[in-house]
């Protein structure tokens, strides 16, 4: 096996793991991932040398989501991914039931502080990487985090995002 | 992260849910969150919602690969496009060559002969045959956008960091004094340039890049004589206008729209179309 093929597989699981956290449709997410792999392959020889591939990846992956994102919601009537789960929140807070799966919380988050709740709290990447991925400086990584995991909390806690979504 | 003594911070709060604090300064928050009780079941129950959104995630990557994802799968499968992307630049290179006797086969290839309004009315226009010199110019760089920005070893011949040396040579063998334009206001990052042959003399080929891997060229060429306004180009993904002023043809090649492209060609023709002024 070459370098390339060897150190790329070795990342799949949690490229995987964050795309489909970020599109919540198992084919799309693999889509992703897909695409992903094949930018790293074409863009080979600009990898980082020496360091973690993994910031790198990710950079490409979430590049790749918030294009398609955007580019949606240039096309059409504007469903936007991150809220296509949100009919069945919303019924299940008419029922007056708190949401109480982490992830479908995760899901009412705007994508910058969902990525980085992932990208910090689940892949381990350091504060300087994530920095990196989103293109953002250290500080505003910081803030992001606190405001995700506030609003994450207050989902948890009450069930409602009316508020969280306005601030987008 | 912060000077031992500085006040406890919500960084720091963030940082203890990452366990992330240098050990001195862990017992300082530590020592601060006895006095804080409320913050400490807050920050407890931050920790739970970390570890619960970990958990709910973890069977994901623990699931075997798909096939698809195979990269050896993914390589053959480029392997096999590029090759497919070099043979159809290698076609349309040989009707370009077959076309450029016969202006009517030259028409032929440009899709929409027609410039919008706001285009037009960018320039007058000198003879009618101009228009159709416009589209073969675009159909040219087109071709050479295509078989460039796929190259993986050597999209470009000289790289951005020696712009100066690559700026140099290339209005050397063009002629007149050129200069890469900045495209970072839209994203682009000069990756570097190459020298070609377009017909009847050289070529310039300048490469950029965005954030997510895009390549977009821009193509300056001598030869022409006359003036053109934009004329647009789209072949599937990738969209190209061209325009030819000042006796050199110009044209800007990239995956986007033609709006977004449009804003870009206005800037390069901005920059580009002042003879006496270095580009």
């Known amino acids: 096996m070459d370098e390339a093929t060897e150190t790329l597989e070795?990342?799949?699981?949690?490229?995987?793991?964050y795309a489909w956290a970020l599109v919540r449709n198992a084919d799309a997410a693999d889509d992703l991932v897909q695409d992903c792999l094949e930018r790293a392959l074409s863009r080979w020889w600009l990898r980082p040398r020496g360091a973690d591939l993994a910031p790198w990846l990710f950079t490409?992956?979430?590049?790749?989501?918030?294009?398609r994102h955007r580019a949606g919601a240039r096309r059409g009537p504007h469903v936007a991914l991150d809220e296509a789960s949100e009919p069945d929140v919303a019924a299940e807070q008419e029922n007056g039931l708190a949401l109480r799966d982490a992830l479908a919380a995760l899901d009412r988050l705007p994508e910058d502080q969902k990525s980085l709740l992932l990208l910090v709290g689940v892949e381990d990447l350091s504060y300087e990487e994530a920095a990196r991925v989103?293109?953002?400086?250290v500080g505003t990584v910081m803030s992001r985090l606190s405001r995700g995991?506030?609003?994450?909390?207050?989902?948890?806690?009450?069930?409602?995002?009316?508020?969280?979504r306005s601030v987008k | 992260m912060i000077g031992d003594s500085s006040p406890i911070g919500d960084d720091d709060l963030q940082a203890l849910v990452d366990d992330r604090l240098a050990p001195e300064r862990r017992r300082l928050v530590e020592a601060w969150l006895a006095d804080?009780?409320?913050?400490?079941?807050?920050?407890?129950?931050?920790?739970?919602?970390?570890?619960?959104?970990?958990?709910?995630?973890a069977a994901k990557a623990a699931e075997p690969i798909p096939a698809r994802l195979r990269v050896a799968a993914l390589k053959a499968g480029r392997r096999s496009r590029l090759a497919r992307t070099a043979l159809s630049a290698a076609?349309?290179?040989?009707?370009?060559?077959?076309?450029?006797?016969?202006?009517?086969?030259?028409?032929?290839?440009?899709?929409?002969?027609?410039?919008?309004?706001?285009?037009?009315?960018a320039s007058a226009e000198a003879s009618p045959a101009l228009p159709a010199r416009a589209d073969a110019l675009a159909g040219v760089a087109e071709v050479a956008h295509r078989t460039f920005v796929v190259e993986v070893a050597h999209p470009v011949e000289v790289e951005a960091g020696r712009e100066a040396h690559l700026m140099q040579w290339l209005s050397k063998r063009l002629g007149r004094p050129l200069a890469a334009p900045d495209l970072a206001p839209f994203g682009w990052k000069l990756m570097g340039g190459r020298l070609l042959t377009a017909g009847t003399g050289p070529a310039a080929q300048?490469?950029?890049?965005?954030?997510a891997g895009h390549r977009l060229t821009v193509w300056i060429a001598g030869g022409e004589a006359g003036r053109t306004a934009f004329r647009f180009r789209a072949d599937g993904a990738t969209s190209?206008?061209?325009?030819?002023?000042?006796?050199?043809?110009?044209?800007?090649?990239?995956?986007?729209?033609?709006?977004?492209?449009?804003?870009?060609?206005e800037a390069v023709h901005h920059r580009l179309d002042r003879p006496s002024s270095p580009l």
């Open chain 1, 10 to 17: 070795r990342h799949i699981p949690a490229l995987r793991r």
């Open chain 1, 60 to 67: 490409i992956l979430r590049n790749l989501h918030v294009d």
């Open chain 1, 134 to 137: 989103l293109g953002v400086p």
């Open chain 1, 149 to 164: 995991r506030a609003r994450l909390r207050s989902l948890l806690e009450t069930g409602r995002a009316t508020l969280l």
């Open chain 2, 36 to 57: 804080h009780p409320d913050v400490t079941a807050r920050i407890a129950a931050l920790c739970a919602d970390r570890d619960a959104l970990r958990d709910r995630l």
């Open chain 2, 91 to 121: 076609a349309a290179l040989t009707i370009f060559a077959a076309g450029a006797a016969s202006d009517r086969l030259v028409v032929a290839l440009s899709p929409r002969p027609a410039p919008m309004p706001q285009e037009a009315s």
């Open chain 2, 206 to 211: 300048l490469m950029y890049e965005d954030g």
């Open chain 2, 240 to 265: 190209t206008f061209a325009w030819i002023d000042d006796g050199f043809g110009f044209a800007v090649t990239a995956p986007l729209d033609r709006d977004r492209l449009l804003a870009i060609a």
